[in-house]
């Protein structure tokens, strides 16, 4: 049975800003949601994928699968809910970035249950990717973190928490199932904007470097332009690695923070490095080449709209020409 990198959560449609005389005066519908775009960006590098999650019976719904299965991304794991719609995100920019409007209440994606989670799964997972908004509604969360806990240890366990502000309606909650996640992970993703709103006020590398006695291996701290930070623990102690960014004509954002995960997620796999070990062990100058991988992919989906990341060989001839 071939193993394969898997991405659980919400799979979505965004509503990507169409502007004119610098006003927002349409939207156009592309496919979305942060572990979709992941899982997308690990099939276009040639890894073997697939998701979990649930879309809705709706027009919606059936695109988002039709989008799946023409990007590679194996979908016997992502049902279908009846009498569920699919979430919509509409996304525009204030004050240079994104902005996200979320109508996802009992939305499909919100309703993946642990006992939705077949056994082939978990036989099948050589990687878990999962985070995002699905950590926040219905019974999402509590499927995410039955997979995590019961994978870690037999597969590589990568979390993006990717704190979305607008659409946390009980903190106190949020806090506690990321806080579970964190644990059970072996690889964790910060942005600024994210350690901004879980701890305001603090330190961002040194929050970063904390998190590594909560429960991942390796933490990684994206800075957009400025590159990647990664921190991990080994003999001689506390270790940073550096990925510097690139420097590109900016055209989106959207989906660099997942372009980055993927890149850095399909590095790793066509190292081997599919386990906790693993990732513990290899040498600082090939985890260091993985970042700067991953940066590029994030580089190169910046520099085109909407969350686009690319192939194989458009990162081959870009880092070449580097």
């Known amino acids: 049975m071939e193993r394969a990198l898997i ?3 919400e799979i979505l449609i965004d509503f990507l800003p169409e502007e ?3 006003e927002v005066v349409g939207f156009r519908m592309h496919p979305g949601g942060g572990p979709y775009n992941v899982a997308v960006g690990l099939a276009r590098l040639g890894q073997p994928t697939a998701f979990v999650g649930k879309v809705g019976a709706d027009f919606f719904g059936r695109r988002l699968r ?5 990007e590679g991304i194996d979908d016997r794991f992502l049902a279908t809910a009846s009498g569920a719609p699919t979430t919509l995100a509409f996304v525009a920019h204030e004050n240079g970035e994104p902005a996200f409007t979320f109508y996802g209440d009992a939305a499909a994606d919100t309703l993946l249950a642990p006992n939705d989670l077949p056994e082939e799964l978990f036989a099948r997972a ?10 926040l ?3 999402t969360p509590q499927a995410a973190l039955a997979a995590a806990e019961r994978l870690r240890g037999a597969a590589l366990v990568s979390l993006d928490i990717n704190v979305r502000p607008a659409v ?3 903190e106190a909650a949020f806090r506690a199932t990321v806080a579970r996640a964190v644990a059970a992970c072996d690889m964790l993703k910060l942005s600024a904007a994210d350690v901004a709103w879980l701890a305001p006020g603090a330190d961002i590398a040194a929050y970063a470097a904390a998190q590594l006695d909560a429960g991942p291996a390796l933490v990684t701290l994206t800075q957009g332009a400025a590159g990647v930070v990664a921190l991990r623990r080994g003999p001689a102690g506390l270790e940073m690695l550096q990925a510097p960014g690139f420097s590109v004509q900016v055209a989106d954002t959207v989906g660099a923070g997942d372009a980055f995960s993927a890149g850095l997620l399909a590095a790793l796999a066509s190292r081997g490095a599919t386990t906790r070990e693993a990732v513990v062990a290899m040498p600082a100058e090939e985890l260091e080449a993985a970042l700067r991988f991953g940066a590029a992919v994030a580089a190169i989906t910046c520099s085109r709209p ?3 990341p690319p192939r194989a060989a458009e990162v081959e001839a870009f880092l070449a020409a580097r």
């Open 168 to 170: 946390v309606a009980d």
């Open 126 to 135: 050589a990687l878990l990717h999962f985070g995002g908004i699905s950590l």
């Open 137 to 139: 509604r219905g019974t």
């Open 7 to 9: 991405c659980l959560g």
């Open 66 to 70: 039709r989008a799946v299965r023409a």
């Open 306 to 308: 909407g969350a686009d």
């Open 20 to 22: 004119a005389g610098g």
